[in-house]
T-cell receptor
Framework: KQEVTQIPAALSVPEGENLVLNCSFTDSAIYNLQWFRQDPGKGLTSLLL?????REQTSGRLNASLDKSSGRSTLYIAASQPGDSATYLC????????????FGSGTRLLVRP | EPEVTQTPSHQVTQMGQEVILRCVPISNHLYFYWYRQILGQKVEFLVS????????KSEIFDDQFSVERPDGSNFTLKIRSTKLEDSAMYFCASLGGQRNGELFFGEGSRLTVL
């Protein structure tokens, strides 16, 4: 059964720092991995989607990498801003003909001005 | 930019009452989902729907739950007789033509069962 873990659970950094959020999954047989942002009480905003055949994806100041064999993904945020403060979730879609995403519990990020 | 819309944003109901949560997925998307997030917990899969039938459902999705696509645009989740533990944020999501594509979520419907 696929398990997704995110470390750290919470992170507080000063504005301008580069930071890395970690996601690990137990079953490497995945179709893809998706990173989301969730603001308090709000929905999930898709940030990046990495297919199982890809090593990384970039969007603006965000870069996500995928190492399927070791069951890891990282989300790199460059030059963090207070507006980046949110919870970041990763989710994987399995290769077992499943239609569902399995989510981690998220990393709650606070960027201090 | 196309988006998934959900109504209501917040519903308060009494235990035992029926609730219908509504979603309008992105037009021309083919796969539809409901997920839920109990406060402080992980987002959990409930059900997926494709070609007018359920493709997959989780253990949570018991006989009290049902989904329907009554017309070409709406996708609904019905909880027949709500329980206290059904209190959660319910998210609708949709996916385009490829099953390994990007999932787009709505803003959620917060359900509070008293």
């Amino acid at each position: 059964k696929q398990e997704v873990t995110q470390i750290p659970a919470a992170l507080s950094v000063p504005e301008g720092e580069n930071l890395v959020l970690n996601c690990s999954f137990t079953d490497s047989a995945i179709y893809n991995l998706q990173w989301f942002r969730q603001d308090p009480g709000k929905g999930l905003t898709s940030l990046l989607l990495i297919q199982s055949s890809q090593r990384e994806q970039t969007s603006g100041r965000l870069n996500a990498s995928l190492d399927k064999s070791s069951g890891r993904s990282t989300l790199y945020i460059a030059a963090s801003q207070p507006g980046d403060s949110a919870t970041y979730l990763c989710a994987v879609k399995g290769k077992d003909s499943s239609y569902k995403l399995i989510f981690g519990s998220g990393t709650r990020l606070l960027v201090r001005p | 930019e196309p988006e998934v819309t959900q109504t209501p944003s917040h519903q308060v109901t009494q235990m035992g009452q029926e609730v219908i949560l509504r979603c309008v997925p992105i037009s021309n998307h083919l796969y539809f989902y409901w997920y839920r997030q109990i406060l402080g917990q992980k987002v959990e899969f409930l059900v997926s729907f494709y070609n007018n039938e359920i493709s997959e459902k989780s253990e949570i999705f018991d006989d009290q739950f049902s989904v329907e696509r009554p017309d070409g645009s709406n996708f609904t989740l019905k909880i027949r007789s709500t329980k206290l533990e059904d209190s959660a944020m319910y998210f609708c999501a949709s996916l385009g033509g490829q099953r390994n594509g990007e999932l787009f979520f709505g803003e959620g419907s917060r359900l509070t069962v008293l």
